[in-house]
């Protein structure tokens, strides 16, 4: 089979769960483990960090990943859905892999995938071990796809752990109060392996802490030591303001103000005691982050914690490394959709957030923009209940309601007349770039389009 052979096999022979929605979703990791034991077990050949979470999950792999690349590791990212390509899914020091190689996986195992049948997704994971043991990374950085207890990717045994936010989604797999969704994300807790989670929430902290409690594994709650505030953007990039609890937790090793060291920077963030702490500004530092969404500031506090824990385990990651990993997560990876920006007058912003807690932060960073007029070009998909976050949307704004080109789809018209039901009014363009063009020709030199939804609408961005 040629390359697109190769993708239509997978795409057609295989369910793929963002595609057709629960008929690809399984509750048990028997075709992973199965597959894994066919490809000689390659998620045992290299370390880990396993990445978990309702929203944040994709933009902390990518930081961390982009962290370890600066810092000179061979790096491995896994990531799913992809926007554009298939290959995004499956990178190493931000270069994808290269469609020979699919051809090569698919070709060499496919009698054995024809037999087993696994799901899409399953075998995308089994694709990335396969390519990450071949290639030998020094580590990868695994994102998981849905949950974390059942996910396809919780066959390995990382380093740590990293949990970053629990919210409301995919809750008829997963479960309908946030307790029951903390329980299946916190699955990927493993025993004495130590884990991190981003957000504290008095619903779900017991939970957390129950599951390392049994796995003996050391939890820390970012959020408790770290604390980021956006103070400033430019040139697609922010600047935030960390502030750090209870002294300082950044082992680089250098001297610090009170032992005759230069003016306090990053790099003198070395752990030692409150009583050594002279001055407030100490316990502060400024970082410029790639990625702009104001929401970045619950992810930090995890990005953080995790590149601390690292560092104490052996990991060299010097403090030039993680500013200019972080600094450049963009570049590095090849992330794309996280509060991007496609062009001015008027300003056209996209971002894969899709969920109840996404979409606050989304109509939270829009009310810091000035603009004549907001226009929303929107498309869901039909397995989820959307209300909630079409109840927090502005009557003000002018609506064009469109649709992913993919099975799950909410049909446009569907979501206009649910979207009705709130009050809200607009066009319906099924396709969405000729939405996103309908509002470019309507909308004036001052007013600001915003486009997204579900990720899937954001992928099919032309200009993405």
């Known amino acids: 089979m040629n390359y697109q052979e190769t993708l239509d096999y997978l795409f057609n ?84 892999i290269s469609p020979d190689l699919v051809i090569q996986f698919v070709q060499e195992n496919k009698s054995f995938l024809d037999d087993l ?43 740590l752990s990293l949990i970053t936010n629990i919210g409301f989604d995919h809750v008829q797999f997963l479960g309908d109060t946030l307790p029951l969704i903390a329980g ?40 408790e030591d770290w604390k980021a505030l956006k103070v400033s953007e430019e040139d697609g990039k922010a600047k935030f303001r960390i502030y750090i609890r209870d002294g300082f937790k950044w082992p680089v090793g250098t001297k610090t103000k009170a032992e005759g060291g230069a003016q306090s920077t990053v790099g003198d963030l070395v752990s030692r005691s409150v009583a050594q702490i002279r001055t407030k500004d100490e316990n502060e530092f400024d970082l410029t982050f790639g990625l702009n969404g104001n929401y970045q500031k619950y992810n930090l506090p995890g990005i953080l914690e995790t590149i601390v824990q690292m560092r104490q385990m ?15 997560v963009a570049e590095l990876t090849g992330l794309k959709g996280r509060w991007q920006t496609l062009s001015f007058n008027p300003t056209v912003i996209c971002d894969t957030g899709h969920n109840e807690a996404g979409f606050r932060e989304i109509l939270s960073q829009l009310e810091t923009y000035t ?39 909410l049909p446009a018209e569907e979501m206009a007349e649910k979207a009705a039901y709130f009050g809200l009014k607009g066009e319906i363009i ?32 032309e200009e993405l």
């Open 13 to 96: 022979s295989l369910p793929m769960f963002q595609r057709v929605g629960a008929s690809a979703f399984r509750k048990d990791l028997r075709s992973t483990i199965l597959l894994c034991e066919h490809l000689g077990n390659p998620e045992r050949k290299f370390k880990s960090i396993h990445v978990a979470g309702t929203n944040g999950k994709g933009s902390s792999s990518h930081s961390l990943a982009a962290v370890f690349q600066s810092a000179g590791y061979k790096t491995g990212l896994y990531t799913s859905p992809h926007l554009k390509s298939f290959t995004e899914r499956i990178r190493i020091n931000g270069q994808e």
């Open 117 to 159: 049948k696994p799901s899409f997704f399953e075998m995308t994971v089994g694709m990335s071990f396969w390519y990450f043991a071949q290639q030998e990374v020094d580590i990868a950085i695994l994102e998981v796809g849905m949950g974390g207890n059942f996910d396809s990717t919780n066959v390995v045994v990382p380093e």
């Open 184 to 223: 299946e994300k916190a699955g990927i807790i493993k025993k004495n392996v130590p884990v991190v989670i981003s957000e504290t929430h008095n619903e779900t902290s017991i939970v957390f802490l129950k599951k390392a409690q049994a796995m003996d594994s050391p939890i820390t709650f970012a959020d």
């Open 314 to 328: 052996g990991w060299d990651l010097p403090e030039k490394a993680v500013l200019d990993g972080l600094k450049n």
């Open 371 to 409: 603009f004549g007029k907001l226009w929303l070009v929107l498309g869901m998909v039909q397995d989820k209940d959307i209300s909630k976050v079409l109840s927090m949307l502005p009557l003000s704004a002018h609506y064009v309601f469109c649709e992913a080109n993919i099975p799950r789809a």
């Open 430 to 461: 099924p396709e969405v770039n000729k939405a996103l063009a309908f509002a470019r020709k309507n909308a004036g030199e001052n007013d600001l389009i915003f486009v997204g939804g579900s990720t899937f609408v954001v992928a099919e961005i």
